[in-house]
């Protein structure tokens, strides 16, 4: 859902309000270095991207159109800026290796409002979520943690709308088959995903 101040922060920056722009650095700023490390552990990397991407926008404010999301708008710059810089500095990983480790890496933020028993619950989701291939991970990092619509995945990680539910319910059914086939387990996962999904929709005042 699109931020009115986003809107209004991002109108202004085109214009050329610097107060603007740098409400926009502040309010992203750790956003995108966040997701940044679900692709890599070089901090340096990431944060010298963020700085380039924000360097690129007010100089090329003029040109900018209106996106349908500021903040999507953002995460999808910067995965295809990181994904260029880490390439060009012959670290690339494919996303879609076997494995899918060392591409992209799931860590929800900690929760104080959990008990122990859900902090459990939390490692083991985490553990098992990192078990499946990058771009599956993306995913439900995207769906579940970001709270993002299926039309959103689909501009940032640059699919189709039948590719992105298919991988959706890829990802999910293979948290099925890694989670042992114990539908109270699975249903266990689900349970916090969506609680963590529901968190992170904004509420609008009717």
């Known amino acids: 859902m699109q931020s009115?101040?986003?809107v209004l922060w991002w109108n202004a920056f085109k214009q050329g309000d610097w107060d603007a722009f740098t409400a926009l650095y502040g309010e992203f700023y750790e956003l995108l270095n966040n997701y940044g490390r679900k692709f890599t552990q070089d901090a340096d990397l990431?944060?010298?991207v963020v700085h380039d991407l924000f360097v690129r926008l007010w100089t090329t404010r003029a040109r900018l159109?209106?996106?349908?999301?500021?903040?999507n708008y953002l995460y999808k710059a910067l995965r295809s800026t990181l994904f260029r810089k880490i390439q060009s500095l012959s670290k690339f990983v494919?996303?879609?290796n076997a494995s899918g480790q060392g591409a992209f890496a799931v860590n929800f933020i900690p929760d104080a409002s959990f008990r122990q028993e859900e902090q459990e619950l939390r490692n083991q989701v985490i553990a098992l979520v990192n078990t499946l291939p990058a771009r599956q991970q993306e995913i439900i990092f995207l769906r579940f943690y970001e709270g993002m619509s299926y039309e959103e995945i689909s501009v940032i990680m640059d699919i189709n709308m039948s590719s992105t539910y298919k991988l959706l319910y890829k990802a999910l059914d293979n948290l099925h088959k890694v989670s042992d086939k114990c539908f109270l387990t699975f249903l266990?996962?689900?349970?916090?995903l969506f609680r963590n999904f529901s968190k992170k929709i904004p509420v609008t005042e009717g």
């Open 94 to 96: 494919e996303l879609d």
């Open 46 to 48: 990431i944060q010298d």
């Open 4 to 6: 009115e101040s986003h």
């Open 188 to 192: 266990s996962i689900m349970i916090f």
């Open 65 to 71: 159109g209106n996106p349908a999301s500021v903040k």
